[in-house]
């Protein structure tokens, strides 16, 4: 579908500009995070939905990471993929542009639906906040608290889900605590759909009470891309949702885990 086709909402993404910033900013990932993406041999031909864990805080570096790999491996225009993101990042001066010209839109299933109509494929990180401002000693863990509208959304649009894991960004910003009772007694999950702030150690601003935009620490990313899951095959057409998410998040637990364990930490002797 030509650009000038495609719905308003979708417009944003520019492949003229990610020709242009790919080459720059995939070897500044390689060498800053010397990041890795495996498995994409088993995205079908079609549009899918990603479904990945998040960390890093507001940064999200495997978010930028798994982009820019999409787009070098399957070519800028050949199958788009765009990202669902929390509208501080659409709307935030300066990077809120350039974050849409990547393909990044807001998170609302009512963009998705666009995307797959258009023949394009969504990501999604249903952790969202939560799990990319979890403490870091959960930085190996699935959080998904209890989200499943990534899976009606799969149900109804009839695409299959594709899962991702990765590791290493949780090394870029250090959370110290779980932040989501601060939140709530701030009443920021009312007010502005944040649902955690932690204490964070982080570049420039070391030990702060807020989740700053911030300068990632470098650290290595890997990135597995995992077999599709047919969520109208395999629960039919009237599912347990709760079924459904143990089972995706039990699918992405082991192979984030198995991700996790190529991690060696030398003995000291």
């Known amino acids: 579908m030509t650009r000038q086709r495609l719905p308003k909402e979708l417009r944003h993404r520019d492949p ?11 070897l500044a990932s390689t060498v ?11 995205v079908p031909d079609e549009p899918v939905l990603f479904v990945g864990n998040h960390s890093g805080g507001g940064a999200t570096p495997d978010t930028f990471v798994f982009l820019l790999a999409y787009n070098t491996y399957f070519t800028v225009e050949g199958r788009p993929l765009y990202a669902l993101a929390h509208d501080t990042v659409t709307a935030a001066p300066v990077i809120g542009g350039l974050t849409r010209k990547l393909g990044v839109v807001p998170a609302a299933n009512s963009f998705a639906e666009r995307i797959f109509d258009s023949g394009g494929s969504a990501l999604v990180y249903p952790g969202g906040d939560v799990e990319a401002l979890r403490p870091w000693r959960d930085r190996n863990k699935i959080i998904f608290s209890g989200r499943k509208g990534f899976l009606r959304l799969a149900h109804k649009c009839n ?3 594709v899962p991702v894991v990765a590791t290493g960004g949780h090394d870029t910003l250090i959370v110290l605590n779980d932040g989501r009772r601060t939140a709530q007694l ?3 999950d009312k007010l502005a759909r944040v649902k955690s702030m932690p204490m964070t150690l982080s570049i420039p601003w070391g030990l702060s009470p807020l989740p700053l935009p911030h300068f990632p620490l470098p650290a290595k990313i890997r990135m597995q891309v995992l077999e599709p899951i047919d969520v109208r095959d395999r629960f039919g057409e009237d599912p347990d949702w709760d079924r459904a998410l143990g089972y995706v998040t039990s699918v992405m637990q082991v192979g984030l885990s198995k991700l996790a364990s190529k991690t060696i930490v030398p003995m000291v002797r």
């Open 32 to 42: 800053w995070f010397r990041a890795e993406v495996h498995g994409f041999e088993n």
């Open 16 to 26: 003229e500009f990610i020709r242009a910033v790919l080459p720059p900013l995939w």
């Open 159 to 161: 695409v299959k889900i």
């Open 186 to 188: 701030l009443r920021l």
